[in-house]
């Protein structure tokens, strides 16, 4: 079985900065797209970036220009560094990747790691 673990995730001052990682392990021939999500209270999930297998990236507009992802395909995991982070980015983070696998194709979720930024 695929399974994806997520961790970085804290409690930061507006302002600052920090590094999520994820990373997928199992029965896995190659990874596509790998992206990161994110949930507040009482609003429905959004995407946060993506990058493909290549390199290829999009942000949401709410965050260009203060994250970046990144990946590293011989070790099945993105990165999401956060930076100037604001009050508004406080949320759950889901790590979501598309998985070959021996005879199986899937979108893979992680359990999520919290985001937390103070005034």
């Known amino acids: 079985q695929v399974q994806l673990v997520e961790s970085g995730g804290g409690l930061v001052q507006a302002g600052g900065s920090l590094k999520l990682s994820c990373t997928a392990s199992g029965s896995i021939f190659r990874i596509d797209i790998m992206a990161w999500h994110r949930q507040a209270p009482g609003k429905q999930r959004e995407l946060v970036a993506a990058?493909?297998?290549?390199?290829?990236?999009n942000y949401a507009d709410s965050v260009k220009g203060r994250f970046a992802i990144s990946r590293d395909n011989a070790k099945n995991t993105v990165y999401l560094q956060m930076n100037s982070l604001k009050p508004e980015d406080t949320a759950v983070y889901y790590c979501?990747?598309?998985?070959?696998?021996?005879?199986?194709?899937?979108?893979?979720w992680g359990q999520g790691t919290q985001v937390t930024v103070s005034l």
């Open positions: 979501a990747s598309q998985i070959q696998g021996p005879g199986t194709w899937g979108t893979h």
């Open positions: 990058i493909t297998e290549r390199g290829n990236r």
